[in-house]
């Protein structure tokens, strides 16, 4: 372990939510000389996946939802997230336009909107795992909070408070005869690449320095030398440090190899449906004053979500049934590596058919209104899984000064105001005294069962395996 200074050179790989929530807060506890090396220039591109983008954090936007079922510790984190979600709006508002960055100067300014999130289930009873939730809800107090819609009272207290117009978006009553959901009030969404140039902007005015260029901002590799970490550049430098954070996202098992059996990289399947802005009904239906987020057949087989509208009416909608694995060669190693629209040598834009499939589904049965208007694009998400969906943040077992910050599996935007504030206290040596830096701690399982990650190359969910959807599919057939 690293005995930190003030003034220490700290060095973060990433600059996706893990490394710029760390950055700042670094950067706001005291530390003078932080610097952030990306290969992608996330200033330039404002994070926006439409720019060129290709990270997990590069994205339109992002579900927040505060309800945790029985991890109580992430519902407490991301409750003392939530609070400074708000801040970080009001911070906006009162940030005159032409000091913020690009992307929150035009259009919405907003980063975190409280839409409400309603879960949706797939049949005509509740599964049990919602009927479970709603139990531990009660038991923490916060049960007031969401709307049954097949609750009279739910129904009533829904009305008072203004929510009862999201009961039921896709008039599944009327058209199905059946709608079993609930409206958890308390979540909604936040712009990502927004979210992401805002904390970027609030990093560089606490002092973080970056490097975020294709070859100087590359990293390569990391090396040691007289018990510091050396990091090795694309353009052939040498930096060396007194601390390094790697916070590389999918990319990370590829640079850190101690991570293998503990983290895995994986993608999710993304589809957009572009909404007609000349056509109000639907541009109006689809707006977050309408329309909450949204989740289908969660834990009963289905597993599809969507968000509302984006400014530019995007309407996007992902698949988490399952998550993707793709095996490359690296230095001599077979890791599950990303591969994306546009920074990695291999290019993929398209997702498995089965991916496409199940949201083509959810369209048909609950947005029948927007089939004719077919898929505008796909994307794969990549993650970085861990074996029990716990982040990793910790010191890496046998390489001095390095650092692991890594392992979001599938849920950690919500916490970039305040992951930073964690993981400072792990390397400041005080992890085993904190709640967080206990469950994010460098650890094993002897379990046969660890989160998908023991199939390896053999299992059943690497992308080479998968029949792609092509163009032709994203149209819908009667
Ligand atoms: C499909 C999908 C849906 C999700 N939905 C939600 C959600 O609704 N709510 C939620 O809370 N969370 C969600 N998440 C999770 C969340 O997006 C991630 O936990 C989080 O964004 C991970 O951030 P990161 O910093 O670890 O990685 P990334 O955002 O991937 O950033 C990694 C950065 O490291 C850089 N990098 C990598 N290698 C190198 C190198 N060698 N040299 C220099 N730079 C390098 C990359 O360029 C990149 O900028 C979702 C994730 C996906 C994929």
Redesign the pocket.
């Known amino acids: 372990m690293t005995t930190l200074e003030h003034s220490s050179k700290i060095i973060i ?7 710029i929530s760390t950055a700042l807060w670094l950067a706001r506890s005291g530390y003078s000389d932080v610097t952030i ?4 220039d ?1 200033a330039a591109t404002g994070y926006d996946p439409l720019s060129g983008t290709d ?5 339109l936007n ?3 939802r505060f309800s945790y079922g029985s991890e109580i510790e992430y519902q407490r984190l991301a409750s003392e997230a939530a609070q400074l979600w708000d801040d970080w709006n009001r911070e906006i508002a009162a940030t005159p336009a032409d000091e913020l960055p690009e992307s929150l100067r035009e259009g919405d300014r907003k980063l975190w909107w409280n839409v409400g999130l309603l879960r949706m289930s797939c049949e005509s009873e509740f599964g049990a795992f919602e009927i479970e939730t709603l139990e531990n809800m009660e038991r923490e107090g916060i049960r007031e909070f969401q709307f049954r819609s097949d609750d009279d009272a739910d129904i009533a207290r829904a009305k008072q408070r203004g929510w009862a117009h999201k009961l039921d978006p896709c008039r599944r009553q009327k058209r199905l005869g059946t709608h079993k959901a609930v409206l958890d009030s308390t979540a909604g969404f936040v712009y990502a690449y927004k979210s992401c140039a805002w904390a970027q902007y609030l990093a560089k005015k606490a002092g973080v320095k970056t490097t975020l260029d294709s070859v100087r ?4 590799d990391i090396t040691s030398r007289d018990s510091r970490p050396v990091v090795h550049t694309a353009d052939g430098s040498e930096h060396i440090a007194d601390l390094v954070v790697v ?5 990370t098992p590829s ?1 850190i190899p101690e991570v293998q059996g503990l983290l895995e990289t994986t ?2 399947s ?1 589809a957009n449906i572009q909404i007609p802005m000349d056509d109000p009904d639907l541009w109006g239906r689809f707006a977050p004053e309408n329309q909450p987020v949204i989740s289908w057949g969660s834990h009963q087989g289905k597993e599809v979500y969507s968000l509302p509208r984006d400014e530019n009416g995007i309407f996007k909608i ?1 698949w988490r049934k399952t998550k993707w694995t793709n095996f490359e060669d690296v230095r001599g190693r077979r890791v599950s590596v990303p591969r994306t629209a546009h ?1 990695t040598e291999k290019k993929e834009t398209r997702v498995p058919i089965d991916a496409l499939n199940g949201i083509k589904e959810y369209i048909a049965i609950n947005f029948p209104e927007l089939v004719s208007l077919g898929i505008s694009s796909t994307r794969l ?4 899984d861990s074996i029990d969906n716990s982040f990793v943040v910790d010191f890496v077992p046998g390489c001095p000064g390095v650092a692991v910050c ?1 392992g ?8 970039l105001p305040i992951l930073g504030r964690e993981v400072v206290k792990i390397l400041e040596g005080k992890g085993s005294q904190t709640v967080y830096g206990q469950m994010w701690r460098w650890r094993s399982s002897s379990e046969s069962k660890r989160n998908g990650l023991e199939e390896g190359e053999e299992g059943p969910r690497v992308l080479s395996k998968q029949a792609m959807a092509s163009e032709a599919d994203w149209k819908f057939t009667n």
């Open positions: 790989v990433g600059s996706g939510v893990f490394g090396l990306d290969m992608q996330t990270s997990a954090s590069a994205d992002k579900i927040i901002g590359k990293v390569i916070a590389g996202g999918g990319w640079l993608a999710g993304v992902g920074v998400c990549w993650y970085t890594s979001g599996s599938g849920h950690g935007f919500k916490f």
